[in-house]
């Protein structure tokens, strides 16, 4: 199971990013992938998740309305455009895969648990300057 993110990079606040999760060694159908980040100082959270099976989305209060989470066809990227960025949303941003979330669905309140993700990015920094 590989994960590798991209797209990170300086925005300004209101501006927009689009990363990436390529997938490859497994078949998204029986996973969730979910965005987490972490800023300096802080507790990794959970912002976005979507089913590998029905696409099937979920969001963080703090990102929804914001950003969108989707897949492409051939079910091996996720993506997540960030859209009005805001200061509070730099971070890195890793892409990590479950089963469990998988099987339960994106609805399941352990969507966002990070230790319940088996498979983890390297990461991606994004940066919103004010």
């Known amino acids: 199971v590989q994960l590798v993110e991209s797209g990170g990079g300086l925005v300004q606040s209101g501006g927009s990013l689009r990363l990436s999760c390529s997938t490859s060694g497994f078949t998204l159908d029986y996973y969730a992938i979910t965005w987490f980040r972490q800023a300096p100082g802080k507790e990794r959270e959970g912002v976005s998740c979507?089913?590998?099976?029905?696409?099937?989305?979920a969001y963080a209060d703090s990102v929804k309305g914001r950003f969108t989470i989707s897949r492409n066809n051939n079910k091996d990227s996720v993506f997540l455009e960030i859209n009005s960025a805001q200061p509070e949303d730099t971070a890195v941003y890793y892409c990590?895969?479950?089963?469990?979330?998988?099987?339960?669905?994106?609805?399941?309140?352990?969507?966002?648990?990070?230790?319940?993700?088996?498979?983890w990015g390297q990461g991606t920094l994004v940066t919103v300057s004010s």
């Open positions: 990590a895969a479950s089963i469990p979330v998988g099987v339960a669905g994106c609805s399941s309140p352990n969507r966002f648990f990070a230790r319940i993700y088996e498979d």
């Open positions: 979507i089913s590998g099976s029905d696409g099937n989305t």
